[in-house]
């Protein structure tokens, strides 16, 4: 059985995203930003896309958009372009280094860093419309706990938390997840740790996570919510000037220990949601 919440755990407004027909929705988010979020959405992306998936990668940071720099993609039409009218959503799917897709958001959208029941409308649409044509999207979320944020994290069936060991990450990681647990009634959500120093830090720091959660966060179904740990990315000078060459680190250097780590996480991935998808 997969692990997927049922939609009656997901806000009744949003129901409908994670159930269309097609991809497995992914939101890919974190408590605060700089903690390798893109990064991993992106490479996650590339790896996935090497097991045989159809992968979109959509960027849900209206506000602060890196995607594109990430990737360095220049694109001509961008998410802002889909919601006021002057492109279609079809010619905002743009092909990325690693042989998978994205819609890309343009920077500085500070008409979109509110969630109005415009954008609301407009985020579900591109989602419903986009879910048929493909085996995975990503949504590559911004950081925090903000109504943007949730609300692009209610569209998605699974969460994967990217944090870092550093304690300011840990809080802001804790302080999203228990909000994920009280809103959003998610059962479980997925962790993985960035720039772990050692191997098994990850998990060690899941399971801490997962002690502060049963002591203090409650759920309507009396149960904590679990943290599934899905692996550790380590700490890895390559990836510093993978990101600094706007180059996909699985392209660059293959082998590195992260990239590994990356494609590992791909195949737990796989593994537990699409392989046996219902």
């Known amino acids: ?14 129901t409908s995203a994670p159930g269309a027909p097609g991809a497995r929705i992914i939101a890919v988010t974190s408590g605060k930003g700089g903690v390798g979020k893109t990064f ?13 998936q159809r992968v979109l990668v ?3 940071d209206l506000g602060l958009a890196n995607l594109d720099v990430v990737l360095n993609l220049h694109p001509k039409i961008t998410l802002h372009d889909v919601f006021t009218g002057k492109a279609s959503l079809d010619d905002a799917v743009i092909p990325a280094p690693g042989g ?3 819609v890309l958001a343009g920077s500085g959208m500070v008409e979109y860093s509110r969630l109005t029941p415009e954008v609301r409308n407009q985020f579900l649409n591109v ?10 999207i990503l949504l ?4 925090g706990i903000s109504d ?14 990217v944090a870092t060991p550093e304690p300011t990450s840990l809080t802001d990681a804790y302080a999203a997840i228990k909000v994920l647990a009280m809103q959003q009634k998610r059962q479980h959500v997925r962790m993985v740790v960035n720039q772990a120093a050692r191997p098994g830090d990850g998990r060690a720091i899941t399971s801490q996570l997962q002690q502060v959660l049963e002591r203090f966060v409650a759920t309507d179904s009396g149960r904590p919510l679990r943290l599934i740990h899905m692996g550790d990315i380590p700490a890895d000078l390559t990836v510093r000037d993978a990101v600094m060459r706007r180059q996909l680190l699985l392209l660059q250097v293959p082998g590195c220990p ?12 796989e593994e537990a949601l699409l392989i046996r998808k219902a």
């Open 148 to 161: 943007v944020v949730l609300f692009s994290v209610s569209l998605a069936s699974e969460v994967l938390i």
């Open 1 to 14: 059985m997969s692990d997927a919440p049922s939609p009656s755990t997901l806000p009744s407004s949003t």
């Open 40 to 52: 991993v959405s992106a490479n996650l992306a590339a790896a996935l896309t090497r097991r045989g």
């Open 127 to 136: 989602i419903q419309t986009l879910a048929p044509r493909f085996d995975v």
């Open 258 to 269: 992260a990239a590994l780590a990356i494609s590992q996480l791909a195949n737990k991935i």
């Open 100 to 102: 998978f897709s994205v």
């Open 58 to 60: 959509l960027d849900a």
């Open 140 to 143: 590559d979320t911004g950081a």
